[in-house]
Protein backbone atom coordinates (compact mmCIF):
# COMPACT_ATOMS: atom_id res chain seq x y z
CA UNK A 1 0.00 0.00 0.00
CA UNK A 2 1.36 3.31 -1.34
CA UNK A 3 0.53 5.77 1.66
CA UNK A 4 0.26 10.00 0.81
CA UNK A 5 2.17 11.82 3.37
CA UNK A 6 -1.51 13.36 4.81
CA UNK A 7 -2.77 10.07 5.25
CA UNK A 8 -3.76 9.62 9.05
CA UNK A 9 -5.13 7.14 11.52
CA UNK A 10 -6.89 8.72 14.58
CA UNK A 11 -7.68 7.13 17.92
CA UNK A 12 -8.87 8.28 21.11
CA UNK A 13 -7.12 7.77 24.35
CA UNK A 14 -6.37 8.29 27.73
CA UNK A 15 -3.35 9.50 29.76
CA UNK A 16 -3.41 9.66 33.98
CA UNK A 17 -1.49 12.95 34.63
CA UNK A 18 0.13 12.48 37.59
CA UNK A 19 1.00 16.36 38.32
CA UNK A 20 -2.46 17.05 37.65
CA UNK A 21 -3.79 13.68 39.73
CA UNK A 22 -6.26 13.05 36.52
CA UNK A 23 -7.00 11.34 33.10
CA UNK A 24 -6.81 13.82 30.40
CA UNK A 25 -8.54 12.80 26.96
CA UNK A 26 -6.20 13.13 23.78
CA UNK A 27 -6.07 12.13 20.37
CA UNK A 28 -3.69 10.08 18.56
CA UNK A 29 -2.61 11.14 15.44
CA UNK A 30 -0.66 8.60 13.52
CA UNK A 31 1.10 9.07 10.16
CA UNK A 32 1.96 5.95 8.20
CA UNK A 33 3.43 7.58 5.57
CA UNK A 34 6.70 8.88 7.48
CA UNK A 35 5.77 6.84 11.24
CA UNK A 36 5.11 10.08 12.49
CA UNK A 37 2.74 10.63 15.36
CA UNK A 38 0.83 14.03 16.94
CA UNK A 39 -0.94 13.51 20.50
CA UNK A 40 -3.28 16.66 20.67
CA UNK A 41 -5.37 17.58 24.43
CA UNK A 42 -8.56 18.17 22.84
CA UNK A 43 -9.90 19.90 26.41
CA UNK A 44 -7.30 22.29 25.74
CA UNK A 45 -7.37 21.87 21.81
CA UNK A 46 -3.45 22.22 21.57
CA UNK A 47 -0.53 20.13 20.68
CA UNK A 48 0.67 18.09 23.54
CA UNK A 49 3.13 16.60 21.01
CA UNK A 50 3.61 18.34 17.44
CA UNK A 51 3.87 16.34 14.87
CA UNK A 52 7.34 13.71 14.92
CA UNK A 53 9.15 10.82 13.34
CA UNK A 54 9.04 7.87 15.85
CA UNK A 55 10.33 4.71 14.57
CA UNK A 56 9.34 2.59 17.75
CA UNK A 57 5.70 3.05 17.33
CA UNK A 58 4.62 0.18 14.60
CA UNK A 59 0.88 -0.22 13.20
CA UNK A 60 -0.01 -3.39 14.52
CA UNK A 61 0.58 -1.97 18.10
CA UNK A 62 -2.47 0.35 17.26
CA UNK A 63 -4.93 -1.95 18.61
CA UNK A 64 -8.04 -0.46 20.99
CA UNK A 65 -7.11 -1.83 24.39
CA UNK A 66 -3.59 -1.43 24.17
CA UNK A 67 -1.31 0.82 25.93
CA UNK A 68 1.45 2.60 24.15
CA UNK A 69 4.60 4.51 25.31
CA UNK A 70 5.53 7.59 23.07
CA UNK A 71 8.07 9.34 24.77
CA UNK A 72 7.39 8.09 28.41
CA UNK A 73 3.70 9.16 27.75
CA UNK A 74 1.78 5.63 28.55
CA UNK A 75 -1.62 6.49 26.39
CA UNK A 76 -3.99 3.54 26.73
CA UNK A 77 -6.52 3.42 23.52
CA UNK A 78 -9.56 3.15 23.91
CA UNK A 79 -11.36 4.05 21.05
CA UNK A 80 -10.87 5.34 17.68
CA UNK A 81 -12.34 8.18 14.31
CA UNK A 82 -14.51 6.19 12.27
CA UNK A 83 -12.47 6.76 9.33
CA UNK A 84 -9.73 4.78 10.93
CA UNK A 85 -11.67 1.81 11.64
CA UNK A 86 -13.20 1.24 8.47
CA UNK A 87 -9.43 1.61 6.93
CA UNK A 88 -8.18 -0.58 9.62
CA UNK A 89 -10.77 -2.91 10.88
CA UNK A 90 -13.38 -3.25 7.62
CA UNK A 91 -14.95 -5.95 7.87
CA UNK A 92 -12.00 -7.17 10.42
CA UNK A 93 -13.92 -10.53 12.48
CA UNK A 94 -13.13 -12.68 15.23
CA UNK A 95 -12.59 -16.54 14.89
CA UNK A 96 -12.22 -19.61 17.28
CA UNK A 97 -9.69 -21.65 15.70
CA UNK A 98 -9.03 -24.98 17.91
CA UNK A 99 -5.48 -26.98 17.85
CA UNK A 100 -6.19 -30.75 18.57
CA UNK A 101 -4.37 -33.06 20.52
CA UNK A 102 -1.30 -33.07 18.24
CA UNK A 103 2.35 -33.97 19.61
CA UNK A 104 3.76 -30.55 21.47
CA UNK A 105 6.68 -30.20 18.92
CA UNK A 106 4.45 -29.06 16.49
CA UNK A 107 2.26 -26.28 18.19
CA UNK A 108 5.01 -23.78 17.46
CA UNK A 109 4.72 -24.86 13.97
CA UNK A 110 1.25 -24.09 13.73
CA UNK A 111 1.17 -20.76 15.54
CA UNK A 112 3.69 -19.22 13.07
CA UNK A 113 1.75 -20.81 10.15
CA UNK A 114 -1.47 -18.48 11.93
CA UNK A 115 0.48 -15.80 12.19
CA UNK A 116 2.37 -15.72 8.46
CA UNK A 117 -1.28 -16.12 7.37
CA UNK A 118 -1.60 -12.91 8.39
CA UNK A 119 -4.01 -13.16 11.53
CA UNK A 120 -3.82 -11.41 14.94
CA UNK A 121 -3.68 -13.63 18.27
CA UNK A 122 -5.79 -11.84 21.03
CA UNK A 123 -6.74 -14.92 22.68
CA UNK A 124 -4.88 -18.01 23.53
CA UNK A 125 -4.94 -20.83 26.23
CA UNK A 126 -4.61 -24.61 26.25
CA UNK A 127 -6.78 -26.61 27.93
CA UNK A 128 -9.10 -29.82 27.85
CA UNK A 129 -12.57 -29.98 26.56
CA UNK A 130 -15.83 -32.26 27.81
CA UNK A 131 -18.24 -33.79 25.67
CA UNK A 132 -20.71 -31.18 25.99
CA UNK A 133 -17.92 -28.49 24.39
CA UNK A 134 -16.87 -31.20 21.57
CA UNK A 135 -20.64 -32.07 20.70
CA UNK A 136 -21.60 -28.45 19.99
CA UNK A 137 -18.01 -27.47 18.19
CA UNK A 138 -19.11 -30.76 15.88
CA UNK A 139 -22.88 -30.19 15.39
CA UNK A 140 -22.17 -29.88 11.36
CA UNK A 141 -21.44 -33.77 11.39
CA UNK A 142 -24.02 -34.40 14.07
CA UNK A 143 -25.48 -38.08 13.02
CA UNK A 144 -22.28 -39.23 11.16
CA UNK A 145 -20.39 -42.67 12.01
CA UNK A 146 -17.53 -40.67 13.15
CA UNK A 147 -18.52 -38.66 15.26
CA UNK A 148 -18.07 -40.85 18.53
CA UNK A 149 -14.44 -41.32 17.51
CA UNK A 150 -13.95 -37.70 16.85
CA UNK A 151 -15.43 -36.72 20.27
CA UNK A 152 -13.51 -38.90 22.38
CA UNK A 153 -10.29 -38.08 20.19
CA UNK A 154 -10.99 -34.36 20.65
CA UNK A 155 -11.62 -35.14 24.66
CA UNK A 156 -8.81 -37.04 25.69
CA UNK A 157 -6.31 -35.24 24.88
CA UNK A 158 -4.95 -31.36 25.39
CA UNK A 159 -5.75 -28.85 23.03
CA UNK A 160 -5.27 -25.28 22.48
CA UNK A 161 -7.93 -22.37 21.92
CA UNK A 162 -7.18 -19.83 19.90
CA UNK A 163 -9.34 -16.16 18.81
CA UNK A 164 -7.57 -15.22 15.92
CA UNK A 165 -8.70 -11.76 14.17
CA UNK A 166 -8.27 -10.71 10.39
CA UNK A 167 -10.55 -9.69 7.94
CA UNK A 168 -13.39 -12.20 6.91
CA UNK A 169 -11.83 -14.60 9.46
CA UNK A 170 -14.49 -16.99 9.37
CA UNK A 171 -13.78 -17.87 5.86
CA UNK A 172 -10.19 -17.11 5.55
CA UNK A 173 -9.19 -19.38 8.26
CA UNK A 174 -11.20 -22.38 7.12
CA UNK A 175 -8.88 -22.21 3.63
CA UNK A 176 -6.08 -21.90 5.47
CA UNK A 177 -6.82 -25.10 6.69
CA UNK A 178 -7.99 -27.15 3.95
CA UNK A 179 -10.12 -29.84 3.55
CA UNK A 180 -10.92 -32.49 6.05
CA UNK A 181 -8.55 -35.08 4.67
CA UNK A 182 -4.99 -33.95 4.44
CA UNK A 183 -4.04 -36.34 1.28
CA UNK A 184 -7.03 -34.02 -1.03
CA UNK A 185 -6.25 -30.85 0.76
CA UNK A 186 -4.18 -27.90 -1.39
CA UNK A 187 -0.89 -27.78 -1.31
CA UNK A 188 0.59 -25.48 1.23
CA UNK A 189 -3.19 -25.31 3.61
CA UNK A 190 -2.68 -26.17 7.60
CA UNK A 191 -3.75 -29.90 6.76
CA UNK A 192 -2.03 -30.82 4.65
CA UNK A 193 1.04 -29.72 5.82
CA UNK A 194 0.84 -31.19 9.15
CA UNK A 195 -2.15 -33.28 9.33
CA UNK A 196 -2.61 -37.51 9.65
CA UNK A 197 -5.60 -38.27 8.45
CA UNK A 198 -9.33 -37.37 9.02
CA UNK A 199 -9.25 -37.60 12.09
CA UNK A 200 -5.98 -36.43 13.06
CA UNK A 201 -5.81 -33.07 11.08
CA UNK A 202 -4.34 -30.89 13.27
CA UNK A 203 -7.31 -28.06 14.01
CA UNK A 204 -10.41 -27.11 13.62
CA UNK A 205 -12.35 -23.91 12.64
CA UNK A 206 -15.84 -22.10 12.66
CA UNK A 207 -18.37 -22.58 9.63
CA UNK A 208 -20.35 -19.29 10.17
CA UNK A 209 -19.07 -16.01 12.79
CA UNK A 210 -22.34 -17.06 15.06
CA UNK A 211 -20.50 -20.35 15.91
CA UNK A 212 -17.53 -18.73 16.70
CA UNK A 213 -19.12 -16.49 18.72
CA UNK A 214 -20.41 -19.00 20.60
CA UNK A 215 -17.11 -21.31 20.87
CA UNK A 216 -15.46 -18.63 21.94
CA UNK A 217 -17.52 -17.77 24.67
CA UNK A 218 -17.64 -21.18 25.76
CA UNK A 219 -13.81 -21.57 25.62
CA UNK A 220 -12.28 -18.11 26.86
CA UNK A 221 -16.08 -17.27 29.09
CA UNK A 222 -16.19 -17.50 32.59
CA UNK A 223 -19.20 -18.56 34.78
CA UNK A 224 -19.64 -17.32 38.33
CA UNK A 225 -16.11 -15.88 37.76
CA UNK A 226 -15.02 -19.66 37.39
CA UNK A 227 -13.28 -19.81 33.68
CA UNK A 228 -15.28 -22.90 31.94
CA UNK A 229 -12.05 -24.13 30.50
CA UNK A 230 -10.06 -24.16 33.35
CA UNK A 231 -6.36 -23.06 33.14
CA UNK A 232 -3.77 -25.81 32.81
CA UNK A 233 -1.14 -24.61 35.32
CA UNK A 234 0.17 -27.03 38.19
CA UNK A 235 1.97 -24.65 40.27
CA UNK A 236 4.68 -27.54 40.89
CA UNK A 237 8.14 -27.66 40.47
CA UNK A 238 8.09 -25.66 37.62
CA UNK A 239 9.29 -22.52 36.81
CA UNK A 240 7.71 -19.25 34.61
CA UNK A 241 8.23 -18.10 31.55
CA UNK A 242 6.90 -14.72 29.73
CA UNK A 243 6.69 -14.21 26.07
CA UNK A 244 7.15 -10.59 25.93
CA UNK A 245 4.47 -7.71 23.23
CA UNK A 246 7.25 -7.50 20.90
CA UNK A 247 7.94 -11.14 20.19
CA UNK A 248 4.29 -11.40 19.31
CA UNK A 249 4.18 -8.21 16.90
CA UNK A 250 7.26 -9.70 15.45
CA UNK A 251 6.06 -13.06 14.95
CA UNK A 252 8.25 -14.98 16.69
CA UNK A 253 5.82 -16.50 19.22
CA UNK A 254 5.39 -20.20 16.82
CA UNK A 255 9.84 -20.10 16.57
CA UNK A 256 10.11 -19.75 20.54
CA UNK A 257 7.41 -22.46 21.97
CA UNK A 258 8.82 -24.80 19.11
CA UNK A 259 12.51 -24.17 20.71
CA UNK A 260 11.09 -25.11 24.29
CA UNK A 261 8.78 -27.81 23.13
CA UNK A 262 11.42 -29.62 21.20
CA UNK A 263 14.60 -29.42 23.84
CA UNK A 264 15.38 -32.34 25.52
CA UNK A 265 14.29 -30.82 28.72
CA UNK A 266 11.67 -28.67 29.28
CA UNK A 267 8.06 -28.99 28.24
CA UNK A 268 5.32 -26.36 28.27
CA UNK A 269 2.86 -27.32 31.40
CA UNK A 270 0.17 -23.92 30.68
CA UNK A 271 -0.28 -21.59 28.44
CA UNK A 272 -2.20 -18.09 28.24
CA UNK A 273 -2.39 -14.58 26.66
CA UNK A 274 -2.48 -12.11 29.14
CA UNK A 275 -3.27 -8.08 28.82
CA UNK A 276 -1.42 -6.82 31.58
CA UNK A 277 -1.65 -3.52 33.51
CA UNK A 278 0.98 -0.98 34.14
CA UNK A 279 -0.08 -1.51 37.85
CA UNK A 280 0.06 -5.45 37.97
CA UNK A 281 3.91 -5.28 35.85
CA UNK A 282 4.85 -3.09 37.99
CA UNK A 283 3.88 -5.68 41.09
CA UNK A 284 5.44 -8.46 39.03
CA UNK A 285 8.77 -6.83 38.43
CA UNK A 286 8.86 -5.35 42.23
CA UNK A 287 12.00 -7.14 42.85
CA UNK A 288 13.71 -5.69 40.51
CA UNK A 289 12.77 -1.89 41.43
CA UNK A 290 15.87 -0.95 43.21
CA UNK A 291 18.14 -2.92 40.97
CA UNK A 292 18.03 -2.67 37.77
CA UNK A 293 17.81 0.98 36.01
CA UNK A 294 15.18 -0.73 33.34
CA UNK A 295 12.65 -1.16 36.03
CA UNK A 296 10.32 1.15 34.47
CA UNK A 297 11.03 0.78 30.90
CA UNK A 298 10.19 -3.43 31.52
CA UNK A 299 7.09 -2.77 33.55
CA UNK A 300 6.06 -0.47 30.46
CA UNK A 301 7.34 -2.78 28.36
CA UNK A 302 4.74 -5.43 29.22
CA UNK A 303 1.76 -3.62 29.69
CA UNK A 304 2.08 -2.26 25.99
CA UNK A 305 0.42 -5.16 24.49
CA UNK A 306 -0.58 -8.90 24.48
CA UNK A 307 1.93 -11.32 26.30
CA UNK A 308 1.63 -14.76 26.80
CA UNK A 309 2.85 -16.36 29.93
CA UNK A 310 3.88 -20.19 30.18
CA UNK A 311 4.51 -23.01 32.75
CA UNK A 312 7.70 -24.96 32.09
CA UNK A 313 8.54 -27.94 33.19
CA UNK A 314 11.65 -30.40 32.94
CA UNK A 315 11.07 -33.82 32.42
CA UNK A 316 13.41 -34.46 34.63
CA UNK A 317 11.65 -33.69 37.96
CA UNK A 318 14.95 -34.22 40.08
CA UNK A 319 16.43 -31.05 38.00
CA UNK A 320 16.12 -27.84 39.33
CA UNK A 321 13.73 -26.45 36.57
CA UNK A 322 14.39 -22.71 37.08
CA UNK A 323 17.98 -22.93 36.92
CA UNK A 324 18.13 -25.00 34.19
CA UNK A 325 15.04 -23.15 32.27
CA UNK A 326 17.65 -19.29 32.59
CA UNK A 327 20.41 -21.25 30.51
CA UNK A 328 17.59 -21.81 27.34
CA UNK A 329 17.06 -18.14 27.70
CA UNK A 330 20.49 -16.85 27.96
CA UNK A 331 21.54 -13.64 29.63
CA UNK A 332 19.32 -10.95 30.06
CA UNK A 333 21.32 -8.95 27.70
CA UNK A 334 20.53 -10.29 24.38
CA UNK A 335 23.96 -8.64 22.43
CA UNK A 336 26.08 -10.96 25.27
CA UNK A 337 23.49 -13.83 24.38
CA UNK A 338 24.53 -13.56 20.60
CA UNK A 339 28.17 -13.68 22.50
CA UNK A 340 28.55 -16.28 24.90
CA UNK A 341 25.16 -18.98 23.60
CA UNK A 342 24.47 -17.80 20.74
CA UNK A 343 21.38 -20.20 20.43
CA UNK A 344 18.92 -18.71 23.57
CA UNK A 345 16.04 -17.61 22.87
CA UNK A 346 17.46 -13.89 24.03
CA UNK A 347 20.34 -14.59 21.21
CA UNK A 348 17.61 -15.67 19.00
CA UNK A 349 14.45 -13.15 19.44
CA UNK A 350 15.52 -10.31 21.89
CA UNK A 351 16.50 -7.00 21.08
CA UNK A 352 18.17 -4.89 23.94
CA UNK A 353 17.67 -5.08 27.78
CA UNK A 354 14.01 -4.25 28.00
CA UNK A 355 12.97 -6.21 24.52
CA UNK A 356 14.78 -8.87 25.19
CA UNK A 357 12.31 -11.55 24.34
CA UNK A 358 11.07 -13.57 27.53
CA UNK A 359 11.26 -13.35 31.26
CA UNK A 360 11.79 -16.24 33.24
CA UNK A 361 12.00 -16.73 36.81
CA UNK A 362 15.41 -15.55 38.54
CA UNK A 363 15.16 -17.36 42.09
CA UNK A 364 14.77 -21.12 42.10
CA UNK A 365 11.67 -20.38 45.17
CA UNK A 366 9.89 -18.20 42.73
CA UNK A 367 8.82 -20.58 40.31
CA UNK A 368 5.20 -21.38 41.80
CA UNK A 369 5.03 -18.11 42.99
CA UNK A 370 5.51 -16.12 39.49
CA UNK A 371 3.34 -18.61 37.95
CA UNK A 372 0.66 -18.22 40.02
CA UNK A 373 0.46 -14.53 39.72
CA UNK A 374 -0.26 -14.91 36.32
CA UNK A 375 -2.76 -18.01 36.27
CA UNK A 376 -4.44 -17.44 39.98
CA UNK A 377 -3.87 -13.73 40.47
CA UNK A 378 -4.65 -12.20 36.60
CA UNK A 379 -6.38 -15.40 35.47
CA UNK A 380 -9.35 -14.51 37.69
CA UNK A 381 -9.50 -10.75 37.04
Not at 197 to 215: F, I, P, Q, S, W
Request: aromatic share 10%; net charge negative; with cysteine.
Amino acid sequence: MVYDYFDKYTFLCEMFDEEADEVKELVLNFFPFDNSVQIINTKEAKNLLKRVQFPPLKREMLQIGNIINIFSKLLYIKDCAPATRNLLYHNVQSTFALIKPVPPSAHGKIITFIMKKGFRIVRMKNGKIDKDFAMELYQNVAGSNLLPIIINYITTGEVIGLELVAPDAVKKWRECLGTTDPATAAPGTLRRLYGEDKLRNVAHGCVTVEDATVMLDKFFGYENGIPRIAFRATFKNCTCCIIKPHVIIDGNVGAILEQIATSEKFYISAIAMFSVKLSNAQEFFEVYKEVLPEYEAMCIHLAEGKCIALEVKCNDPSLNCVCEFRKLCGPRDPDLSRQLYPDSIRALYGKDIVHNAVHCTDLPEDGELEVEYFFKLLANE
